[in-house]
């Protein structure tokens, strides 16, 4: 993959850094009610280029916990936003990057977070209810970032997502969900991170993943539809986990991504020529990571953080 060396590491740093200045753009905009999980892709992505000190952390961090709501232990898509597990994962991943996880009511997150668990085992996304896999493995991952995995009923939260798989070997949003490779990475990472990956048959699910290549290079997230560059991480995370990402040509994958980059305004879009945004610029650079790309930093397959961020969690010595 060496020669290509051509990821536009410094365009894409100044796109992220910029894009959070324009408030009046239509990407902020459209991003108004995911801002949690926006900060969460622009600041892995700039971890991952070695450029995380090109933000203010205690500006980031107070903005992080200005989403948060004190009554339900949760946190807001944004400021005055409804709480919600997806963010609240989003809130605990961001402050892991800047390792400051000090500034959380640790308790009163997972008691949020463990309070939306149901009788099956299965998750919702928040107060409303609507259950989906995705919920069940950004609360499984929630918690085990905050060390507090014990509160909740493990073996039927791995049950239910068990009996969501299906006979092709992946896995839907509910029991006969269609499978679905952002679906799968959910249920395999929950899996991953609960130790109970001998649920899985890997070389049957392993085959359908190398299926996602397409004949450009790029990966789909089921059969008959376009690539696209964010299945770059849920397909190879996913692959990772399963110890069968060699099974994907790497180097046509590498020159798909690189070819939807925008090397003079910086950022990535989903496949060549289309307009670039933030999620894209995330899941392209981390699927380069997951390829061992020179100069970005290895990423944990499961809880979707670089390596050593993990590492530094699960490392040290305060539980
Ligand atoms: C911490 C990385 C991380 C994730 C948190 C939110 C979440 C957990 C996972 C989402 C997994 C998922 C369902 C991803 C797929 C997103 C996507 C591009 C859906 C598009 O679906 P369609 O049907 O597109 O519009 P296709 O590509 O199937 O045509």
């Known amino acids: 993959m060496g020669e290509q060396g051509e990821l536009a590491a410094d365009q894409h740093v100044r796109y992220i850094v910029t894009a959070e200045k324009k408030k009046d753009s239509f990407e902020s905009l459209v991003m108004e009610h995911l801002r949690a999980s926006g900060a969460y892709w622009g600041l892995t992505t700039l971890d991952l280029l070695h450029k995380l000190h090109a933000v203010d952390s205690a500006e980031v961090v107070d903005w992080i916990m200005s989403c948060y709501h004190p009554e339900s232990g949760g946190f807001g898509g944004n400021v005055g936003h409804d709480p919600h597990v997806l963010y609240t994962l989003s809130a605990v991943q961001v402050l892991c990057l800047f390792d400051r996880l000090d500034v959380l009511d640790v308790e009163k997150v997972a008691d949020y977070v463990t309070g939306l668990q149901n009788e099956d085992g299965s998750f919702s996304g928040d107060m409303w209810g609507e259950v989906d896999t995705r919920f069940s493995y950004i609360s ?118 690189l070819n939807c980059q925008d090397k003079e305004n910086g950022g990535i879009s989903d496949r060549p020529d289309n307009a670039v945004d933030i999620y894209h610029t995330y ?37």
Request: aromatic share 10%; proline share 4%.
């Open 140 to 257: 499984i991952c929630t918690l085990s970032l905050l060390h507090r995995l014990h509160k909740i009923n493990v073996d039927k939260a791995v049950e239910y997502i068990v009996s969501c798989k299906n006979l092709d070997g992946g896995f839907g949003a509910m029991p006969g969900g269609e499978s679905h490779a952002g679906q799968i990475f959910c249920c395999v990472g929950a899996l991953a991170i609960t130790g109970s990956l001998h649920h899985i048959d890997r070389d049957l699910l392993g085959w359908w993943l190398c299926e996602r290549q397409c004949r450009d290079g790029g990966l789909n997230g089921r059969p008959e539809k376009l690539a696209d560059v964010c299945y770059s991480w849920w397909v190879l995370s996913s692959l990772i986990m399963i110890d069968r990402v060699h099974w994907i040509d790497k180097e046509k994958l590498a020159k798909f991504i």
């Open 283 to 319: 899941f392209g650079v981390a699927g380069l990571s997951l390829m061992e790309y020179p100069g970005v930093k290895p990423m944990d397959p499961a809880y979707a953080l670089p390596l050593d961020v993990v590492n530094r969690i699960f490392l040290s010595k305060q539980q």
